[in-house]
């Protein structure tokens, strides 16, 4: 590190404390947009080379430790483009984050989503670390996995990942799955499952692709595929965990959700840095960090200015979501997924309507539970007219 950069860093360290401390607090960090993959459907934006430098990151993790009180947590993920391209400096900024916050008596826990493909020691080290929650990105068997999933030559990636899945398997690391849902994969999601709960997988995250279009068509699909899926979730309680449905019915029964729950913050709590230094709400919205960018916060992460200092973007739940019987156990409260879908970050567009809707009548219905469900069943939304095209952002 050089004397500079440590300077940037200490100056940070030695300005006064946030008044207002937080008991938790959510850092993400692009390590880098560069990736060995090029999958089709991924919202990024281009790959290039532009890893974080140690000095941003350090400063980065010690604003967001100071921001908190007294035995705080901290939740740090690391992001790219493929994170684990910059293995050996994650393994650096951990170390720092543990010592920092072992002296501050606050507390830390890592997390990162990785494409599974890259496995050298730096990168198996990063993977198993005891305080790092893994998830591994994986669309289900090799026909579908590799239809979006390939690297720059237009290889397939399906058989790299389900080696590391089986190695991480036969090692007890705990980790999860990420598997996206588009409209061109929607009957092979259930199989997908099917495949995963095979080699062994029991927990596994559904990614809806919010940057494609949705016909009502593909809509009407999408919830032919939620029963199938509901259908497979119940068979496979209690050692199995989807999501959607675990997230669904933990509202819906107003139980409390884990430690690792984390709801949207979009810059209230919740920041993600570049590589630049810049500033977001969300990490799904750093794309390609150009200067330009229009969903930054104010300031830089080495400017002097505390983020915590920032009031966060405005959020208000709209009016017909307000009015709705399910909007408690509604998860548009995603105020990225919203701007994504409608440009606004207090509207939900139909696309993640239909989603809450049949997600909560298929977990009710599997559950014998469809009067209870029935209670909750939210008002008809708005017309969606052609459907489910997102805002070009």
Not at 9 to 26: C, M, T
Not at 32 to 49: D, P, Q, V
Not at 369 to 388: F, I, V
């Amino acid at each position: 590190m050089s004397k500079g950069g440590m300077d940037a860093a200490q100056g940070v360290l030695r300005s006064p404390p946030v008044k207002d401390s937080l008991q938790r607090f959510s850092l993400t960090l692009m390590v880098n947009h560069a990736c060995n993959l090029r999958c089709t459907y991924c919202y990024t934006g281009a790959k290039f080379s532009s890893p974080m430098n140690w000095t941003i990151g350090v400063v980065a993790i010690d604003r967001a430790l100071r921001s908190l009180g007294p035995g705080g947590r901290l939740g740090l993920g690391f992001f790219g483009g493929e994170p684990l391209l910059e293995a050996g400096r994650i393994l650096d900024w951990m170390e720092h984050a543990r010592t920092q916050a072992m002296a501050g008596g606050t507390q830390v826990r890592f997390s990162m989503t990785t494409n599974g493909t890259l496995v050298p020691p730096q990168a198996w080290r990063v993977m198993t670390a005891p305080d790092l929650d893994l998830t591994v990105s994986c669309d289900g068997p090799p026909k579908t996995h590799d239809l979006h999933r390939r690297d720059a030559q237009g290889a397939g990636s399906a058989q790299r990942v389900e080696e590391t899945l089986r190695r991480l398997l036969e090692a007890g690391i705990p980790f999860r799955i990420n598997a996206v849902v588009r409209p061109d994969t929607l009957e092979q999601i259930p199989l997908g499952l099917i495949y995963l709960h095979e080699i062994g997988v029991r927990h596994i995250d559904l990614s809806l692709d919010l940057w494609t279009t949705w016909s009502a068509a593909d809509g009407r699909r999408l919830e032919q595929a939620i029963d199938r899926m509901a259908d497979l979730w119940r068979q496979w309680l209690p050692e199995f965990s989807l999501n959607w449905f675990d997230a669904k019915v933990a509202a819906l029964a107003r139980l409390p959700m884990s430690e690792g729950f984390t709801p949207c913050g979009f810059g209230d709590g919740e920041v993600a840095v570049a590589p630049s230094g810049r500033l977001y709400p969300c990490e799904r919205l750093i794309g390609e960090d150009r200067p330009d960018q229009p969903h930054r916060l104010p300031g830089h992460v080495l400017d002097g200015r505390d983020t915590l200092g920032t009031p966060p973007p405005a959020w208000e739940r709209c009016s017909t979501c307000s009015s709705c019987r399910l909007a408690d156990a509604c998860d548009t409260y995603c105020r990225c997924s919203n701007f994504v879908r409608t440009g606004d970050v207090n509207r939900p567009d139909g696309l993640l309507c239909l989603l809450n809707k049949a997600i909560a009548r298929s977990a009710g219905r599997v559950l014998g539970r469809p009067g209870a469900m029935a209670q909750h069943q939210p008002n008809e939304p708005e017309p969606t007219k052609d459907l489910l095209c997102p805002m070009k952002t």
